[in-house]
């Protein structure tokens, strides 16, 4: 049993030394680095194919180092290089939202600011509308002269809270706000 066991390991030492399995190789070229190339980018534009309908209001929010101007398709920057887009906005329906408390308060304020103002002037259409139509009838003139001061009066108080608001965030030094 030992001579088979010793002619084992001679063999194996022998194969091991005549077929060397880390050989060092002869030095090949460094290769060119590879530019790597997305299929798709983050805005749905995928090369060859159809420009999704808002792609340059995306790429102006998601890739802001890619310029501010329309860009062709066909030369876009945002496939090649596997460029990653901006942390700190995100591209929604309603357009470019920013995760920094500062812009998504600016944001939020102006997009309840106009549906105040488009609630207020349809108030104060209705209201126009009631005292066209009331024929001289005092009651009627009243309630749309009414729904016309409301309109108006609540158009000012949205006006001056936003004001008031940021008066006082600038006064405490709130960050974002100033």
């Known amino acids: 049993m030992n001579k088979i066991f010793l002619l084992l390991i001679l063999v194996t030492s022998l194969f091991v030394n005549v077929f060397p399995a880390n050989a060092q190789q002869p030095p090949t070229p460094t290769p060119t680095p590879y530019i790597g190339k997305a299929n798709c980018d983050v805005c749905g534009y995928c090369e060859g194919a159809i420009l999704p ?4 209001d995306c790429r102006r929010c998601l890739y802001r180092g890619f310029g501010e101007g329309d860009i062709d398709p066909s030369s876009n920057s945002t496939l090649i290089g596997l460029p990653t887009p901006d942390p700190e906005h995100f591209y929604t329906d309603f357009g470019c939202i920013s995760t920094l408390p500062g812009e998504f308060a600016t944001a939020v ?19 126009a509308g009631v005292v066209a139509t009331s024929r001289s009838d005092p009651a009627r003139l009243n309630y749309g002269k009414r729904i016309i001061y409301g309109a108006i009066i609540g158009l000012l108080f949205a006006l001056f809270s936003v004001f008031i608001l940021r008066v006082i965030s600038t006064g405490l030094g709130l960050p974002g706000f100033g």
């Open 109 to 127: 304020s102006s997009f309840f600011f106009s549906i105040i103002g488009g609630i207020a002037f349809l108030f104060f259409l209705y209201g």
């Open 53 to 56: 309908g808002r792609w340059q």
